[in-house]
């Protein structure tokens, strides 16, 4: 079917109007009527060609919640009129190790993301600034019918990414966390961190969104301008989620942790990383997190729809998706912007 969407259509060229071809529903297929996409920095990273070349035209969008209005003859998991929701992968091998660990974005065999992907026909997957998308049943997820559909779709992205390193690395009642930067991810991992009964601090560039972090949960705000800071702060944390999208003097945050600390980057920075060794030799560690796979994504979802947790949004019409891309690379987003996706029709 011949469905509308935003793409861009060259590198670092303003996205526009278009149409793209979604395929027929197979056997595991579901078919989803579009209701609301975000828009993550990495959309922004992707066509302004951070990431190097991409298949354009490219049509963004991982950060998906719409309704089920076709299934495929195989389908048992979700039904016609279902809320769902699709993240930043729509298929994998499901066969090699990381696959059956339950951890699809690291698949052997190439993990295909929801948009620039190779799929396995050989076309380029296109992602969720459209109407309508069609996802194998595996990679759909169910969207707790409580959380408000706009506020849900952030989870998706934003959401998952921050509760996998908080769950993964213990975050809770006695620990004390640190998020770097207040932007789309930063205030999910506010939010979710506190509702896991975590001391949250807020690491800003200034104290501009003070109270806001204050209202979304954080305990503590501290801006990262000041040096004053890093001084107070030496030694504090048991965790750091870096989810800045630039380049950070790493040793400084380093320097915050905790014994067996561990400092989680996110964000992703496009340079390389300067670590002072005596800093790590502290026993603190450095380490990444990408997404997160099928089964703790449903789990995110269903630990926000039991919490009442979804993202502070700005729900934009298609046509202003250029003018948020301006206003989240200059800081300016509280927090995510959400494509209303009637707007395309
Ligand atoms: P965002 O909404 O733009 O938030 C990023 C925040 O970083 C900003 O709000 C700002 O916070 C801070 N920041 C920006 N430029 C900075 C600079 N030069 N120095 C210090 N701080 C700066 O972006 P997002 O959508 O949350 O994404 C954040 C990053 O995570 C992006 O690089 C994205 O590609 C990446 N990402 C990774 C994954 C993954 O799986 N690992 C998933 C999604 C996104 P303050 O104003 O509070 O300082
Ligand atoms: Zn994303």
Redesign the pocket.
């Known amino acids: 079917m011949r469905v509308n969407a935003y793409a861009a259509p060259a590198a670092g060229q303003p996205l526009a109007p278009t149409t793209i071809e979604r395929r027929e529903v197979g056997p595991n297929d579901v078919l989803i009527a579009i209701e609301y996409a975000g828009i993550?920095?990495?959309d922004i990273?992707t066509v302004n060609g951070d990431w190097g070349p991409q298949p354009f035209p490219v049509v963004p969008g991982h950060e998906i919640v719409g309704t089920v209005t076709e299934v495929g003859a195989d389908v048992t998991t979700h039904r016609v009129g279902d809320r769902v929701g699709v993240g930043?992968m729509v298929n994998s091998c499901g066969q090699c190790p990381p696959c059956r660990g339950g951890d699809e974005?690291f698949c052997v065999n190439g993990t295909v993301f929801t948009y620039a992907s190779e799929d396995r026909d050989g076309t380029h997957t296109q992602g969720g600034y459209s109407t309508h998308v069609v996802v194998d049943a595996d990679f759909v997820l169910s969207v707790p019918e409580n959380l408000d559909a706009a506020a849900a779709a952030p989870l998706l992205?934003?959401g998952i990414?921050t509760y996998n390193p908080l769950r993964r690395w213990g975050a809770g009642p006695g620990k004390k966390v640190a998020v770097?930067?207040?932007?789309?991810?930063?205030h999910m991992a506010v939010k979710i961190a506190h509702a896991m009964g975590t001391e949250v601090t807020?690491l800003?560039?200034?104290l501009?969104?003070q109270e806001d972090g204050l209202r979304l949960g954080a305990d503590h705000y501290y801006a990262?301008s000041d040096p004053d800071t890093f001084s107070e702060l030496a030694g504090r944390f048991d965790l750091i989620i870096n989810?800045?999208?630039?380049?950070?003097d790493v040793n400084a945050y380093l320097g915050l942790l905790t014994l067996d600390g561990a400092m989680v980057s996110?964000?992703?920075?496009p340079g390389p990383l300067a670590v002072n060794g005596f800093l790590l030799g502290a026993r603190r560690i450095l380490t990444?997190?990408?997404?997160g796979g099928i089964a703790l994504t449903q789990e995110m979802l269903d630990f926000c729809g039991e919490h009442n947790i979804g993202a502070d949004v700005e729900i934009i019409s298609a046509d202003q998706v250029n003018e948020a891309y301006e206003r989240?690379?200059a800081?300016d987003?509280r927090?995510?912007f959400v494509i209303d996706a009637s707007t395309l029709a």
Do not use: E, N, W
């Open positions: 993550c920095h990495s990273h930043c974005q992205c934003a990414t770097v930067g207040l932007g789309g991810l930063g807020v800003s560039q200034s501009k969104k990262t989810t800045v999208s630039a380049d950070i996110v964000g992703a920075a990444g997190s990408m997404i989240v690379l800081s987003v927090y995510r």
